[in-house]
């Protein structure tokens, strides 16, 4: 009996995602547990796991393809159970929606996809059927069936979908069938065959608009157009919806960092003979974040459009960069965790987010982020509020800077700490004891350890 591998919900706000590369290959064998394929979400690349058992029988969704929340992805079929045939295969998986491939009208001259742009070029009749020992052709009630990606690379080289035989399931074309009609168009002229005409030519595709369409700026040399992947476009939408919405403003505060540095010493001192782990300025930036937290808890909220509500427990958001953007697992609970805990914890969340291995439930729960670009030589700067948080602490680089001590100018390490609010939830006097407090607990290091 088959069974349908569905596109999971991975985290709370997905509604659908890219197969980044599946790690399991038609005819081989899953269990219970076994991850089968890298799924991109609006958060990060995660991989999913199956729930059942079987022979992988059919992928639908190829790599680079996106499909909706509960969208079949692939097949699986027990050991001896063959694929019904191409006649049956659409009565026995049912078609996603979307669609797991893109059928193209044969007659409709308009573009497949208008976001891409590129018109498919496609002739006003069908082609003729096929002998019948010829492969099943992919085209079927005056429709061609293709995989997104396939459909994809056809569009931009100008091949003819309709001439091709498709080789994937129920005779859908995929990559390799467009490609391999583009090796016979691109090979040198030879003797003709006898047994079958030479193909016919890719028709020359209609050129692509300009992009001063879209954006208003047309591609000069060198230029690149660069699509948006899930993560990036959802980035996008959130923070824009932040910074639209949230009425934002803005504390800064500087603090003697030299006790921070000091205990910071002692402390890696004494983990080196025992546990281990080293400590970094921002394991100690986040446990007084914390501390601060707990003095003065109204900053703990979010707007709730009529109330405030008020958090009873702390988790810190901690802004990781990765490859495609910018993600922030969560420290949950963190008021009753130790600095130890909260150190190996964020080393562990950091490693796993650039590797696309965070689970869906580690990024909610956050009540304030802390974003630090102080590695990257950023000595102050301003963020923007994670919704539905109502703060978010921006920590720049520890500056050597000389520093006026009772009328006398000495050297002196100084960290500039940022402070970005809701101003529906936190007031300027509230917002600033905060920041004092975050202040106090990094000058006076020692508080936040007992």
């Not at 049956?88 to 742009?117: G, I, K, M, R």
């Not at 980035?235 to 639209?244: D, F, G, Q, V, Y």
Request: negative net charge; contains cysteine; hydrophobic residues 40%.
């Amino acid at each position: 009996m088959a069974t349908h591998i569905e596109m999971p919900k991975l985290s709370d706000t997905m509604t659908e995602g890219t197969v980044v590369r599946w790690l399991k290959s038609v005819g081989d064998e899953v269990e219970i547990g076994d991850e089968i394929a890298e799924i991109e979400t609006d958060k990060a690349t995660m991989a999913m796991e199956a729930f059942d058992e079987g022979i992988l029988s059919e992928i639908l969704i190829e790599e680079g393809g996106k499909a909706e929340v509960g969208a079949t992805l692939a097949v699986l079929r027990e050991e001896g159970e063959t694929a019904p045939s191409s006649d049956s295969s659409n009565d026995e998986v049912p078609a996603p929606d979307p669609e797991p491939v893109t059928e193209v009208p044969l007659a409709d001259p308009e573009p497949v996809e208008a976001a891409e742009h590129v018109p498919a070029s496609i002739p006003s009749s069908p082609p003729e059927s096929p002998p019948q020992d010829s492969p099943v052709t992919s085209v079927a009630s005056g429709r061609v069936k293709a995989s997104p990606l396939a459909r994809k690379i056809a569009e931009q080289e100008g091949v003819d979908l309709s001439g091709l035989k498709g080789s994937g399931p129920g005779g859908r074309i995929v990559k390799k069938d467009v490609e391999a009609a583009l090796a016979v168009d691109s090979a040198p002229a030879g003797p003709a065959s006898l047994s079958s005409p030479a193909p016919a030519p890719a028709p020359t595709p209609a050129p692509t608009p300009a992009p001063a369409e879209e954006s208003g700026f047309a591609l000069g040399v060198g230029d690149q157009r660069i699509e948006l992947s899930s993560l990036r476009r959802i980035i996008a939408e959130r923070l824009l919806t932040s910074k639209t919405t949230i009425p934002h403003f803005y504390l800064h505060t500087e603090a003697d960092a030299a006790p921070l540095m000091e205990i910071r010493r002692q402390i890696n001192l004494q983990a080196e003979a025992t546990h281990g782990n080293k400590y970094t300025i921002n394991d100690l930036v986040l446990k007084a974040v914390i501390g601060a937290m707990q003095a003065v808890p109204s900053v703990n909220a979010t707007f709730g459009g009529d109330h405030i509500l008020q958090y009873g427990e702390i988790g810190v958001a901690v802004a990781v960069a990765v490859e495609d953007g910018l993600v922030t697992p969560v420290v949950k609970n963190a008021a009753a965790k130790s600095l130890l805990q909260i150190s190996r914890e964020v080393k562990d969340l950091a490693a796993r987010a650039r590797e696309g291995k965070l689970l869906p439930n580690e990024f909610d729960g956050g009540t304030i982020t802390v974003s630090n670009l102080g590695a990257h030589g950023i000595q102050s700067f301003d963020a923007i509020i994670n919704p539905p948080q109502a703060a978010i602490i921006s920590v720049g680089g520890i500056v050597e800077k000389p520093v006026v001590v009772d009328g006398e100018i000495l050297p002196g390490l100084r960290l500039d700490l940022g402070l970005s609010c809701d101003h529906r939830v936190v007031d300027g006097a509230v917002g600033a004891e905060f920041l004092t407090q975050v202040k106090k607990l990094i000058e006076k290091p020692a508080l936040m350890l007992v």
